[in-house]
């Protein structure tokens, strides 16, 4: 019996988007069942979880001594390895509820991981309890989760934006031609939030203030509404250690934020270098279709085209392209060819 075959028989195989942000789970025959952020909350003292998914995230930045708030995926990658465990076996019980079948797993992972660190997400899953793991490149699931024609010879460009990396490929005939993965992402833009406010403001703020700031008045491109973009931002001042209140415009959080978009935008570039000009030509009828939670940010698709001189499009689900892929790989008869990874 064929690979394709045994993985339709099952109404409890799972796609997941083990994400740097949050983990969504797609379950075949039912669609996306879980969408939670990838945080657990820990008691160090009494070594057990509090907390995983968006009760957890709730805490961060909030916890007494002897609570932590961890997110186990950094960079895309496991980090912690046992905290990431915990989170794969809560977020798998909570789908599969009180079956006892043991589902088989198709995760989507970055597509510029090692090999060790390939192992270990499959480790983690098979620990969670699944019966067989399988890794697909998260261009690719993000590629067919955005409905572009991967299976035909034709360019796909496709820019996946998540919490820790940015992937950036070119498809066709359901396989990899040029692609290339860079560790910066939405973290290293509230990263570069934080450290701007702290610099030009004098105030200390945290990992999930600065992600609202970018949510609520963050930029890639210039607009005529950009000066009456404004928000209230509370924190810690540097000098008075007492919390404090400034207001904060669109212009200066661009602003802040233009050294990790510039690498985002040149690995665009170098990919679109190095890319067959026949399939080159493809992009530029096509387009760049851009995924992930990153593409929410408002005139990011305006920059790449601006940069890049073709048109950019926004996937219709941006958050829940590689999840809906790895569902769609999981339900279609081009399972066997789009697999790169390994499994167990």
Same mark, same amino acid.
């Given at each position: ?5 045994? *993985? ?12 740097? +942000? ?7 025959? #039912? ?8 945080? =657990? ?5 009494? #070594?057990? /979880?509090?907390?995983?998914? %968006? ?25 912690? *390895?046992?905290?990431?465990? !915990?989170?794969?076996?809560? *977020? ?17 992972? /970055? ?11 499959? @480790?983690? +899953?098979?620990? +969670?309890?699944?019966? @067989? ?14 409905? !572009? ?17 940015? @992937? =950036? ?12 993965s860079v560790r910066v992402a939405g973290d290293e833009l509230n990263e570069a939030i934080i450290q701007y406010v702290k610099k030009v403001h004098n105030l200390v703020i945290g990992e999930r203030t600065a992600e609202e700031i970018k949510i609520q008045v963050g930029s890639?491109?210039?607009?005529? @509404? ?15 250690? !007492?919390?404090?209140? =400034?207001?904060?415009?669109?212009? %200066? ?5 233009? %050294?990790?978009?510039? =690498? ?35 005139? !990011? ?30 339900e279609n008869k081009m399972l066997e060819r789009v697999f790169s990874g390994q499994s167990r």
């Amino acid at each position: 019996m064929g690979l394709l075959n045994r *993985f339709s028989l099952s109404r409890n195989d799972m796609g997941i988007d083990l994400g740097t +942000a949050n983990t969504l789970v797609y379950v075949s025959g #039912k669609g996306i069942v879980l969408q939670e952020p990838s945080v =657990v909350a820990i008691d160090q003292d009494l #070594k057990i /979880p509090l907390a995983v998914g %968006e009760e957890a995230k709730k805490m961060l930045g909030r916890t007494p001594g002897n609570v932590i708030a961890v997110r186990p995926l950094r960079d895309g990658v496991i980090a912690d *390895f046992d905290t990431a465990e !915990l989170m794969l076996k809560t *977020f798998i019980g909570r789908v599969r509820g009180k079956t006892l079948s043991q589902p088989r797993i198709i995760i989507g992972i /970055p597509s510029g991981v090692t090999g060790v660190e390939r192992r270990a997400v499959i @480790e983690a +899953a098979t620990q +969670a309890g699944a019966s @067989e793991v399988r890794l697909i490149d998260e261009p690719i699931a993000a590629a067919i989760g955005a409905g !572009l024609p991967v299976s035909e010879a034709t360019g796909n460009m496709i820019i996946d934006i998540g919490g820790g990396t940015t @992937e =950036v490929a070119v498809l066709s005939l359901q396989g990899t031609v040029i692609s290339e993965s860079v560790r910066v992402a939405g973290d290293e833009l509230n990263e570069a939030i934080i450290q701007y406010v702290k610099k030009v403001h004098n105030l200390v703020i945290g990992e999930r203030t600065a992600e609202e700031i970018k949510i609520q008045v963050g930029s890639a491109y210039p607009t005529a @509404e950009d000066n009456e973009v404004v928000m209230e931002v509370r924190g810690l001042h540097l000098l008075s250690g !007492l919390p404090r209140t =400034v207001t904060i415009k669109g212009p %200066e959080i661009r602003e802040s934020m233009s %050294e990790p978009l510039s =690498v985002i935008v040149e690995a665009v570039k170098r990919t679109l270098e190095r890319t067959p000009p026949e399939l080159a030509a493809d992009i530029i009828d096509r387009g760049i279709m851009l995924a992930g939670g990153g593409a929410l940010m408002k005139g !990011l698709d305006t920059l790449i085209s601006h940069e890049t001189g073709i048109v950019t499009h926004v996937a219709a689900d941006p958050l829940c392209c590689v999840v809906l892929g790895t569902g769609r790989v999981l339900e279609n008869k081009m399972l066997e060819r789009v697999f790169s990874g390994q499994s167990r």
